[in-house]
């Protein structure tokens, strides 16, 4: 009765934690540029696209992870934020295999000190997103790595940086992108993960 008991509640926590793991699978994350060149002084910004193929939602926060000494970051939206498959604007539309999926763009901007010495610098930030109810939590983190290019001689009016002024709260416009994404396989993924636990559960039933 022992080893039936104990084999039960392994099957239990596994279907428990599962529908959580397999929503972690659904968060989609897609750095647009990761090098951007500038010149001393100047804003670099970046874009990250974040999405969801489920109907659940769930809070996405970012944060800053290493930043060069005396360089500001501002990633809009500050703070956490909820997201769905019809995200609050600034907005852009993705096409993953044959499906038109609406993405949330996320806007980084690093500004750096006009003393800036030439070369390339890296800005680390993460994506940490939750899921799950009650005491069974599930959380993914996505890391992103910026590369800023400092150049002096470059000439400015081709450089990719961007005012300041431009990370405002909020945005008034945005336009729509198509990108080419590979299709998720979070379904196959999930009956592997279970396929395996259940696997290591009746091993561990058999040799107690």
Known sequence: ????????IIVIVV?????????????GTLLKDNQVKITPGSTADF???????????????FTIKEVPKDWKVIINPTGDFVLNQ????????ML?????????????YVKTPSGAADGEYKVKISALAGFGESNIVVRQERPFTLTVDVDAKADADK?????????????????????????NSSGLLTYVILIVILI???IIYKHE
Request: aromatic share 8%; glycine share 4%.
């Open 159 to 183: 450089t990719t940086g961007a005012d300041m002024n431009d990370a405002a709260p909020f945005y008034d416009e945005i336009t729509g992108a198509v990108a080419n994404m590979i299709p």
């Open 96 to 108: 993953l295999g044959n499906e038109n999926v609406k993405a949330k763009v996320i806007k980084v």
């Open 47 to 61: 874009t990250i696209l974040v999405w969801t193929l489920i109907e659940e939602e769930y809070p996405v926060m």
């Open 86 to 93: 019809d995200p609050e604007e600034p907005t852009e539309i």
């Open 200 to 202: 290591l559960a009746w």
């Open 1 to 8: 009765m022992g080893k039936l008991l104990k084999l039960a």
């Open 15 to 27: 279907w428990a934690i599962l529908p959580a793991a397999a929503q972690s699978i659904n968060f």
